[in-house]
């Protein structure tokens, strides 16, 4: 299916305008009003719920390997969430991580 350049064109403006009210409800609607407590609980875990769903499909489905499950990113994920656990420290569990990633790579090829 091949789009016309002017229908390119309004769905590109569509999805700015889009993405322009969604951060406007947030920033220019609420501004520096106080925002309910309930409010503030569930946006905590905004971030707890996008990144597994970023990450797992990675993990379990890697385009580098044609959606073969890998031992090599699944033994990193594993041992990235047992170095989180151990030691609660973002900066040391991206390391560790990324350490464990590159040591099974070249260990298992």
Avoid at 59 to 80: E, K, N
């Amino acid at each position: 299916m091949s789009y016309s350049a002017l229908q390119i064109w309004v769905i590109i403006l569509g999805l700015g305008l889009g993405t322009y009210l969604l951060r406007f409800s947030f920033l220019g609607i609420i501004g520096n009003r106080p925002l309910p407590e309930w409010v503030l609980r569930h946006l905590r875990y905004t971030a707890v719920a996008v990144m597994p769903g970023l990450i797992t499909p990675l993990i379990l489905f890697p385009q580098a390997t044609g959606g073969a499950m890998d031992p090599v990113r699944l033994g990193a994920a594993l041992a990235t969430i047992a170095i989180s656990l151990w030691t609660r420290n973002v900066t040391l569990t991206i390391f560790g991580g990324a350490a464990v990633l590159f040591a099974l790579h070249f260990g298992l090829g």
